[in-house]
């Protein structure tokens, strides 16, 4: 079983949809990133979370440190919001190592 | 100020064959991490380096090693590649050994394909 699970795996949009992409680990961390990735490898980090909400335009991402569990929203969703969305947490015990999800692939339909 | 660079952007070699990626940090940056990622997977950790040294490894084989240099600039070296180190090799830079509060940033990723 993977330390970092992402669900869903695919997920299709309509333009104007609320979406919400779910993060859950096993392990004790540090902090939680939400990155994302586009076409081409490039990563861009969104989010670095150890604890509550954040947001920043129509993302937002929730951490509950007790469930281990993140989630990322994005409202309002354009088709330039298609990427992959991956989450990584940082483990606890050694700052140094970044553990990943499969991350989801996101399609936003105008 | 210019982010993460990764060269080069793509790569073609023949299994057997040894390869260099390299790696310059963000400014004021002095770690940085290695990743590879298989097509369709997350990123999975191979080694962080800083202070000119590897802190730490992930479950890597010795093929793949490294070095960075005095100005934080990093590289990844894989001998004997075998088809299954086509990936994208991501590089990302922080600070002081990514210690808490600090962000990761990503590079755009050299893409090795092995025939």
């Known amino acids: 079983k993977n330390e970092v699970e992402q669900s869903p795996q695919n997920l299709t949009a309509q333009e104007g949809e609320f979406i919400t992409i779910n993060c859950s680990y096993s392990?004790?961390?540090?902090?939680l990133h939400w990155l994302q990735q586009h076409p081409g490898g490039g990563i861009v980090s969104l989010f670095m979370?150890?604890?509550g909400k954040k947001k920043h335009g129509r993302l937002i991402a929730t951490i509950n440190i007790q469930e281990k569990h993140s989630s990322l929203h994005i409202t309002a969703s354009h088709p330039r919001d298609s990427a992959v969305y991956i989450c990584?947490?940082?483990?606890?015990?050694?700052?140094?190592?970044?553990?990943f999800g499969a991350g989801t692939r996101l399609t936003v339909k105008p | 100020d210019a982010g993460v660079t990764q060269s080069p952007t793509h790569l073609i070699k023949t299994r057997g064959q040894q390869v260099t990626l390299r790696c310059s940090p963000k400014?004021?940056?002095?770690?940085v991490s290695w990743y590879q990622q298989a097509l369709g997977q997350g990123p999975q950790f191979i080694f962080q380096?800083?202070?000119?040294?590897?802190?730490q490894r992930g479950n890597f084989p010795d093929r793949f090693s490294g070095h960075q240099f005095p100005n934080y600039s990093s590289e990844l070296n894989v001998n004997a590649l075998l088809l299954g180190d086509s990936a994208l090799y991501l590089c990302?830079?922080?600070?002081?050994?990514?210690?808490?509060?600090?962000?990761?940033?990503f590079g755009q990723g050299t893409r090795l394909t092995v025939v």
């Open positions: 990302a830079s922080s600070l002081e050994g990514g210690r808490r509060g600090t962000e990761a940033f």
């Open positions: 392990v004790g961390i540090s902090a």
């Open positions: 979370l150890s604890s």
């Open positions: 990584a947490v940082r483990l606890d015990y050694n700052n140094n190592d970044m553990r």
């Open positions: 400014s004021g940056h002095d770690t």
């Open positions: 380096y800083y202070e000119e040294e590897e802190r």
